[in-house]
């Protein structure tokens, strides 16, 4: 997680992208979108758990709350 927190970055500009496509191609592409977004996250969250160089409160509550709400958030989107 080396990015700036301010500023959703590469990854920010893609999203739009593909958010853009998906919505040309219908709620299935909108939903491809979103569940590649989540996916993301995930292993954002996951390679910060990694790095000694986050503060191991964060590092909690990357595992106690965000990652966790990520996960569901993926198996939610499976149910559309």
Request: a negative charge.
């Amino acid at each position: 997680v080396k990015e700036d927190t301010k500023d959703s970055g590469i990854w920010g500009g893609f999203t739009k992208a593909f958010t853009g496509a998906g919505s040309l191609l219908g709620n299935k592409g909108a939903l491809q979108a979103l569940n590649v977004g989540e996916k993301h996250g995930i292993n954002e969250y996951e390679e910060a758990l990694e790095d000694d160089n986050i503060k191991s409160e964060l590092q909690q509550v990357i595992k106690a709350k965000l990652l966790p709400q990520q996960k569901q958030h993926v198996e939610t989107l499976k149910t559309f």
